[in-house]
Structures are given as C-alpha cells and as structure tokens.
C-alpha cells in the first residue's frame, strides 16, 4: 500500500553537482582552485547545500 | 574556549559560521561523529567527580576542558568498521561520545540533544506554540480514513504534510492541499498530518538564536514555497508581540536555535506552522544579508549576554 501522502509526491529536483572538497585542515570546503567556498558569497547560494531543503532527506534540516 | 561544531563534511552552512569563528580568532574544532571511532579518538576519564579527557581528528586535538560551546549541526551517526558485532559496536560508539559530551560541565549548546530530540515533534510544537499565544492551524494526525474524511468535511480547505518533517528518500512532498474526493483508503497504512490551509499570501522564515532574531518573507502564494522554484526573500520586522511568544517557546522548549515556518494570511495574520530546531538558514542570509551566521559565531563563542537555556535537569526554572 502507498501511503496516503505519497500521493503528492513530485519528482526529486534536480540539483546542482557539488564540485568541492573538505579541507581538514582549514575545516573548511574549498573548490579545485583551493579556495574557500564562503568566500565565494556570490555563487555560494547556487550550491543545493544551502538551500532551504538541503539535508531533509538525512538530517530534518529544513 | 574552543567551539565544538558537530556535523558532516559537506555543511556549506556549517562553513559560513566556522569561517566566521576562524576570523574571530575563536578556536573551533569540527568533526563529523560519523567518523567516530574509525578516523575520531576519545579518551573520557572520570576522576574524583571530574572528567577529563580528550578528542583527536587527524593532526587535531581539543582537551574536553577547552569545549565552552557546542553547535549540534548535521552531524551523523558513529559508523562502527568491526568485523564483528557491528552494531553493538556502534552502539557503543555512540554511547562513549555523547555521553562524554552531555558531561561536560557549562557547555552552551546549540541545541542540548534532548531538547533538540524533543522540539521535532510537529504535535507538541503546535501545542507549545498556542500555549504562548501564537495562531495555530486546527492539525490532525491520523492512519485512520474516517477520522480523515471528518476533518476534511469540517474543516474545508486542508493540506496534507509529513508528520515528521522528512522528506522520503526517492521523491519531493510538497505541502499540499486535499480535493474533497479524494479517496482516504491508503491512510490506514501509514499516519499522514492534515492541517487547515492557511489561504496565506507570504511565507515567513524566522531564524532565532539566543535573543536575537532575523525575520524573512517570500511571496509566493499557497504553494509550498521549498518548491515554487526561485522565490525572493526580503527582510521584515518583527510583528509587535511576536517577540515576546518566540522567546517563551524557545524557553519552553529548552532550545537556543529554531527557525520559525510563518504562514500570512489575506488579513495579514501570521499563523505557526512549525518550528524546526536544526533549521536551514544559509539560503535567507545569502538572500537578505541578515547575519546570522555571525550571530551563531557569537553564541557559540559566548559574546553575547542571553538568558541561559534550562538544561533539561533544571525543571523548576522553566516558565510556566
């Protein structure tokens, strides 16, 4: 049986690949140039990691 | 004074609040407990009443004495490597951390576990947030069809939701309103949350930490505005006396981070829909500029001067 509210499912969205690496030692994300990824305040919104349903599926982070 | 920060590798919105502790000369220490024990050590000793001890990760090491604060962000649960027993022992990992955790004397945490655990369940919340005075959607909580199909006749206008909050694992599920026949049968079968939709106007996103409070609307109509696509957040004030009933529910509620999910409705009238205590707040501050993140980084390094939290051992200060 599918449950009730599955019925108002929609696909999974699709998101943007996330193209940046933890860095232990800065414990911080950079990207390939070594970059923080904060540092980038313009592009940071575009990574699916700080939009309002990131985590939901792992963390009840919404 | 070390910042304890608990979450996974790839917290972009852990980052902007690390990054602002490291400017600050805060000295913070991230580890992900999912890599406890296989890449993290502990070493917890109790001695005459007092715990000492240490945490190790890679070419790191905090002495549990140093920890003042601990941000509870996305952190995963210790992934045990055993051969043998590999449950129980992550079982046991489990138990040596957040036991060696929840010991440390004086630690502010963002949020305590107990009251994080506690402060998800969409059922207490609601009830929480009416005893403080905020409007709340009539709610129904249900895997029975009858009780469904009753609601839905008495209350109009319904929407259907997680009753946890999570998303499933293979698909989106939006809130969404219920047509009239539609068929209840399937409810038996799992417990769904049916709620009064609010005919709202605006969506509100309220990020509290401590005292301070950040407040965004987007106007995006009765969608459910995770996924109406691209949607602009500004900033707006505080309703007069919304303030007052935010603090009593985080005191209520034993938590110093929440964000608030506000519908408006067409009288301008904000209605509670949930309050999330490990909330995402990376999209409204890249949006509006508000910083929060800079006012997590001073919570967390004990600059400013709140209300403490109770801890869920202080029964009697809790208002009532």
Redesign the interface.
Known sequence: MTPFALGFAEPVAQVQLDHFTYDSTRQLNVLPDGSPVVSRKDSLSLWAATTSTAGSKTHFDD | MTVL?LT??????A??V??RL?HDAIP?F?IDPADFPSRVALSTAVFDGRIQGCIG???RTVDLSSIRSIWVR?PGVPHSTADTEPAWSEHEALHALWGTLRALPGVRWVNHPDAQAAA?YKVPQLLTAYQVGMRIPATLVTNEATAARSFLNARGATV???V???????????T?FVSPG?D?S?????P??LQTGIRKVADV?LTVIGDAMHCAQALCGEGD???SGPVKWNPVKVPWGLRTQVLAFMSLSRLAYGAFDFAVDRDGQWWFLEC?P???F??IE??TGQPISQDIADYLAGRTENKPIPSPRDESSIPR
Do not use: W
């Open positions: 920060v996974c590798p790839e917290d972009l919105t980052d902007m690390v990054d490291s913070v991230r990760y890679e070419h996305r998800k259907c939701k997680t946890s909050g999570r998303q499933p694992d293979t698909a989106s599920l939006p969404a539609t209840l399937s409810i038996t079968g799992t769904t949350c996103r505005v995770r996924f999330n490990t909330g995402q990376g999209f890249l949006e």
